[in-house]
Nanobody
Framework: QVQLVESGGDLVQPGGSLKLSCEASGSIFHVNTMGWYRQAPGEERSLVARVPSSGSPNYADSVKGRLTISRDNDKNTVYLQMNSLKPEDTAVYYC??????????????WGRGTLVTVSS
């Protein structure tokens, strides 16, 4: 069993900053790609950013230059630094990871989500 636990969601004013964290735990042999997705009310879930275990991240066009994804492989943790936040960034943010378990099963794991609200 593998779990992802997100933290850091909050209410923030437009132009403000926020940092999300997501830690993977459980029967982990290796964590491959980790990423963040978001879902606003009435919309489908969409990719924000993702980063492989080694290599360069990729971002949705709408967040380039404002949001930065990073990871600590020793801690199986991925972060999302969010700067210059806009009201349209309001959404539930979900963490996702591709995990090879200790039983050599490949798992596509999702967290429960953390709410980011950008409003004055």
């Amino acid at each position: 069993q593998v779990q992802l636990v997100e933290s850091g969601g909050d209410l923030v004013q437009p132009g403000g900053s926020l940092k999300l964290s997501c830690e993977a735990s459980g029967s982990i042999f290796h964590v491959n790609t980790m990423g963040w997705y978001r879902q606003a009310p009435g919309e489908e879930r969409s990719l924000v950013a993702r980063v492989p275990s080694s290599g360069s991240p990729n971002y949705a066009d709408s967040v380039k230059g404002r949001l930065t994804i990073s990871r600590d492989n020793d801690k199986n943790t991925v972060y999302l630094q969010m700067n210059s936040l806009k009201p349209e960034d309001t959404a539930v943010y979900y963490c996702n990871a591709g995990v090879l378990s200790t039983t050599m099963r490949y798992l596509d794991v999702w967290g429960r989500g953390t709410l980011v609200t950008v409003s004055s």
